[in-house]
């Protein structure tokens, strides 16, 4: 291992080390003037230079001049609108200006002693993106800056709708510890890789957040104010969480969202979540947004209001296209469809063609949401959870791409900036459909870490989303990951304080200890249970005793304590530069699912607290009946010979279950395809693991080569009812246990094992009644031989 570690390291040395391909030639930009179209410049055409020489500066220490005329020498950067005639000045380019909205032009020629680099747009926002396109492909060295030759570029928007949820709320791992100025640079971070809309949560009922730097009211007010000063639309989400039939509470709803109107400088869309939270009919929902509209028409008349069908069913779907198609409101822009909400494709279809229908998509959360980590390993989700880092670039473009044809844009789902990435990503894809991921993560490591390691770092981030496939302790390459990040942190001292290089660095030591850990404590576990199966020679007081003390070399002993440092390091780093907490008690998160990392540092990856507790179980059993209850743990995955076990929904534990097609093939359906985990005691729980994975009902478990002559058992653990057809028949069972840990069996009947195969199968049961915590489940399935039925 060490050695495998060491050529790693040898290897991605040399691979640093390398010349970089590069464009055969760039231009050195020496003696810059930035010239504008107009005398009498619009917000966004402010913005446009405001960020070009500010970014710059920042980069390489240079200060550009900025003139209304023409220099006759040096290089010349005009910043112009189509309509725009500048004086002393011809442009020749081979690239067609798109006549759309926010459409802009890039092109460098030399005209006598001048090099001209002309950022031309359509309009203003053409212009800022224009320039957002040049400041990612600049090449950035301490006092100069390069480009590429030969650049023509004619490029305008796939969507019109490209934006973000920024909610200045208790609930979010970060924002809310931030102050105007951290938002107000994220969200021009945002504009120059193509956002064109911001949205915030000025209502939402929860308790203000002890980060907050300024009340929620004053943040809000000064979010519109930044995209009014950067020409972005305003949007904000208003979620209703009272009995809409209270009038009182109705009218105090009303009375807020005035006040809010009143109080923004600038406001284009107004997101009403039908539910998530909220819990009104649509009777209620669809006269609450019409009185609204006559508030919002009063401030902001050029605004529109958009509503989500989240919760609603499908008679209350129904009730909504049909009030839409009859009344055509003047004051609908469209419907926002996403979490717990009907299929895009279905809202597209009963949405008439005048009204757009906007994505929410949840980029932020790893499981429990509508786009969960693909068949992600347990060992992640017990300890990474829900809010973690989670750069996935090549998945979620698979989720666009799925939505596509359907949207006309989005304004996504986030909770703080671990879902960095997947933002750039989706408004990426947003602009060009086609664009390549490989060069859209180029650009932003180039803009955000260095022009001449942008390649390495771009694989750095792809390889964090290869570490979350497959199982944990097979998947070598989260090493590899480890040695190429600690590579390029040494080599790269200056980007210490730079909160995202802190992200990426604290998921590869995070990563990389969790595997580690994991790989040990399944070791410990396999010993405690061998020393359990000598309980009948060496007394089940002294086998629980031996086998808790070897279970307990995973505080006492640690694997890789260095990497453990690592991470409460980085950690800390993150909440003093960006505000990100990433724990409860020490940086006050707001609850243990929202990016609580550090809490798990150190939480079982074995049965351990399992163990601990069923030892004090056991030993209040008469003597036999010890010896026979540690036999049934330690032998709990591992039956006799000629059976089988599989803890359904984890990807390391499941040799014979069938698995849906994979999520490049079919990206929407990962959340009914693949495993879930549940969420008990704030993710604390001292239950087995295996309860705490489940899949609703699994494809199908397969076994093949069975011994056609012998009798055989299916034991399942799960919650609820259960199903169960063994080669397509219905079978009976002989035990029934319905609560978590319980067991069910199923003898199978010889006629069905002829051919020594069986492929096991489950009936669907309706309980939409239920809440989706009450619904059946599948945890455990065991096929055993008669001869080792317990």
């Known amino acids: 291992m060490i050695r495998l570690v ?18 055969s030639q760039n231009i050195q930009l020496q003696n810059v003037t930035i010239v504008t179209g107009s005398n009498s410049l619009s917000n966004g055409e402010k913005a446009s230079v405001k960020i070009l020489t500010e970014e710059v500066e920042k980069r390489t220490g240079l200060q550009w001049k900025v003139s209304s005329l023409m220099p006759d020498n040096g290089t010349v950067i005009v910043i112009k609108k189509s309509t725009d005639k500048l004086k002393n000045f011809t442009f020749n380019s081979s690239q067609a200006l798109i006549q759309k909205p926010e459409s802009f032009r890039l092109a460098v020629s030399n005209d006598k002693e001048r090099t001209l680099i002309v950022v031309e747009g359509f309009d203003s926002r053409g212009e800022f993106f224009g320039v957002g396109k040049l400041l990612r492909l600049f090449e950035y060295n301490k006092g100069s800056v390069s480009l590429p030759v030969g650049i023509s570029i004619s490029s305008t928007p796939d969507k019109p709708i490209r934006g973000h949820q920024l909610g200045y709320r208790n609930t979010a791992n970060s924002y809310d510890a931030w102050t105007p100025e951290q938002f107000e640079q994220y969200i021009r971070e945002l504009a120059i890789f193509g ?4 949205e915030t949560i000025p209502i939402f009922d929860e308790k203000g957040s002890p980060h907050f730097k300024i009340p929620s009211d004053e943040m809000n007010k000064k979010i519109s104010e930044i995209c009014q000063q950067y020409d972005l639309d305003y949007w904000m989400w208003v979620p209703a969480q009272m009995d809409l039939n209270d009038k009182e509470k ?6 807020k969202f005035e006040k809010i109107c009143s109080y923004s400088v600038r406001m284009n869309g107004v997101f009403f979540p039908g539910g998530d939270p909220g819990d009104n009919p649509p009777e209620l929902v669809l006269p609450l947004l019409e009185d609204m509209s006559v508030i919002l028409k009063k401030y902001h008349p050029k605004a529109l209001i958009w509503l989500s069908l989240q919760n609603f069913n499908a008679r209350q779907s129904q009730f909504v296209y049909k009030y839409i198609r009859e009344k055509m409101p003047v004051w609908l822009g469209g419907l926002v469809t996403g979490p717990s909400s009907p299929p895009a494709a279905e809202s597209r279809a009963e949405l008439p063609a005048k009204y757009q229908l906007r994505q929410y998509p949840d980029l932020t959360h790893n499981v429990r949401c509508d786009s969960p980590v693909p068949w992600w390993d347990p060992a992640f989700n017990f300890t990474l959870g829900r809010e973690a880092i989670n750069p996935e670039p090549y998945y979620f473009a698979a989720v666009y791409h799925a939505l596509d044809q ?16 997947n933002k750039i990503i989706w408004t990426t894809l947003s602009w060009n459909r086609n664009e390549d991921l490989r060069e859209a993560l180029k650009e932003y ?30 998947n070598g390459s989260i090493q590899s990951t480890l040695v190429l990040w600690q590579m390029l942190e040494k080599m790269h001292p200056e980007l210490t304080s730079n909160w995202r290089w802190q992200m990426y660095l604290l998921r590869a030591n995070y990563d990389a200890y969790v595997r580690n850990r994991y790989m040990y404590e399944k070791e410990l576990e ?43 390091a980085l950690c800390d780093a993150l909440y003093q530069s960006i505000g990100l907490q990433t724990s409860v008690e020490k940086y006050k998160a707001s609850g243990e699912e929202r990016g609580a990392v550090l809490d798990f ?49 984890n990807i390391s534990k499941s040799p014979h279950q069938i698995r849906g097609q994979n999520w490049r093939v079919k990206p929407l359906n990962v959340e009914e395809d693949g495993p879930s985990f549940d969420w ?9 693991l295996s309860w705490m994975i489940n899949m609703r009902w699994p494809l199908g478990i397969d076994y093949t080569g069975l011994d056609s002559a012998a009798d055989y058992t299916v034991r399942i653990t799960g919650y609820g009812e259960c199903l169960l057809k063994i080669n397509g028949q219905r079978v009976s069972p002989s035990r029934y246990g319905r609560g978590v840990g319980e067991i069910k069996e199923f003898p199978v009947p010889q006629s069905l094992i002829q051919q020594g195969h069986i492929l096991l199968t489950w009936d669907d049961l309706n309980e939409d009644f239920l809440n989706w915590r009450q619904q059946s489940r599948i945890n455990e399935v065991w096929l055993i031989k008669n001869n080792s039925i317990k």
């Open 6 to 23: 060491l050529l790693i390291r040898l290897i991605i040395f040399f691979f640093l080390l390398s010349p970089l391909i590069t464009y």
């Open 195 to 198: 956002t064109n809309s911001i």
């Open 250 to 255: 109705r009218n105090g709803y009303l009375s």
């Open 406 to 421: 359907y949207i006309n844009g989005f304004i996504s789902y986030s909770d703080g900036i671990h879902d960095d990435v």
């Open 445 to 474: 490591s180039n803009f955000f870490f260095g022009s001449s390691f942008k390649e390495e770092a771009a694989d750095g981030i792809l390889s964090l989303e290869k570490n979350w496939e497959g199982p944990i302790a097979a």
């Open 526 to 568: 396999q010993k405690a249970n061998s020393v359990l199966l000598a309980a009948n020679t060496i007394g089940t007081a002294k086998a629980m005793e031996d086998a808790m003390a070897i279970l307990n070399k995973a505080e006492s002993e640690r694997v890789t304590p260095e990497l453990r440092e690592k991470v409460f």
């Open 601 to 649: 540092i150190d939480r079982p990856l074995n049965n351990r607290w399992w163990l601990e507790d069923e030892f004090k179980r056991i030993k209040a059993l008469p003597e036999k009946e010890q010896t026979a209850a540690l036999k049934t743990i330690a032998e709990w995955e591992h039956p006799e010979e000629g059976s089988f076990y599989d803890n359904v929904g």
């Open 680 to 688: 008990w005691e704030n993710g604390f729980s001292r239950k087995r």
